[in-house]
């Protein structure tokens, strides 16, 4: 990937979108009673909860290391981690029948970042 200007500025903006979907929701594994977080899932609520903790770590771990360019080599990280979740998340949705485009596309995106920052890291 190209050390460019316009490609910093495409992964800041899709950092930020991420980071604002992910800790949108976490928080809401937090927010939602446990009875209705495990009504229609497999898991238990502890388990999600885990998840929710992952996913605002990760939206932390998107903008907060390069925005205070302290560890910015954590970014790419946490966008791996994130894609993780994410390819959990599209296998669980899609094998329940469920639409699995939305998990499947935030995973891609996620993906996009953590290659764009690790290419940006190594040409740094």
């Known amino acids: 990937?190209?050390?460019?200007?316009?490609?910093?500025?495409?992964?800041?903006?899709?950092?930020?979108?991420?980071?604002?979907?992910?800790?949108?929701?976490?928080?809401?594994?937090?927010?939602?009673?446990?009875?209705?977080?495990?009504?229609?899932?497999?898991?238990?609520?502890?388990?999600?909860?885990?998840?929710?903790?992952?996913?605002?770590?990760?939206?932390?771990?998107?903008?907060?290391?390069?925005?205070?360019?302290?560890?910015p080599r954590l970014t790419p990280l946490a966008a791996t981690g994130l894609v993780l979740i994410m390819s959990g998340a599209t296998a669980l949705t899609f094998s329940s029948g469920l639409g699995a485009l939305f998990p499947f596309v935030a995973g891609v995106l996620c993906a996009f970042v953590a290659y764009g920052r690790f290419a940006r890291l190594r040409h740094a």
């Open 1 to 71: 990937m190209r050390n460019s200007k316009k490609t910093n500025m495409l992964l800041w903006t899709i950092q930020i979108l991420l980071a604002a979907l992910f800790l949108f929701a976490g928080a809401m594994k937090f927010i939602i009673p446990a009875a209705q977080l495990t009504a229609q899932s497999p898991f238990s609520a502890g388990f999600i909860r885990f998840i929710g903790v992952a996913e605002i770590a990760g939206a932390l771990g998107l903008i907060l290391p390069g925005l205070t360019r302290i560890q």
